[in-house]
Nanobody, 119 residues
Framework: QVQLVESGGGLVQPGGSLRLSCAAS????????MFWYRQGPGKQRELVAR???????NYADSVKGRFTISRDNAKNTVHLQMNSLKPEDTAVYYC?????????????WGQGTQVTVSS
């Protein structure tokens, strides 16, 4: 069974930094694209960043220049380095990945990690 587990959330002051991590575990062949989404209070879930298997990246306009997505294919992990955090970045952050396993190609979600930006 494939699982994604996030870590690294917490409370940080405006202007601060946090680094989120997500590790894939279980039985699978490979991982294609990996994503970070977030859902703020009273808002819809939105795409924050995407990284392909070869390292190409895309970002939401709201986080460009502040957030950096990266991955370690050997460890099946994806990270989100978040700098210059703002109160509007407060949200539950979710990891998502397109994984190729015996069951086929599916998207898997992590359980989410809370990020709160407040003074």
């Amino acid at each position: 069974q494939v699982q994604l587990v996030e870590s690294g959330g917490g409370l940080v002051q405006p202007g601060g930094s946090l680094r989120l991590s997500c590790a894939a575990s279980g039985s699978f062949f490979s991982i294609n694209d990996m994503f970070w989404y977030r859902q703020g209070p009273g808002k819809q879930r939105e795409l924050v960043a995407r990284i392909t298997s070869i390292g190409s990246t895309n970002y939401a306009d709201s986080v460009k220049g502040r957030f950096t997505i990266s991955r370690d294919n050997a460890k099946n992990t994806v990270h989100l380095q978040m700098n210059s955090l703002k109160p509007e970045d407060t949200a539950v952050y979710y990891c998502n990945a397109q994984i190729i396993a015996v069951a086929g190609i599916k998207f898997y979600w992590g359980q989410g990690t809370q990020v709160t930006v407040s003074s």
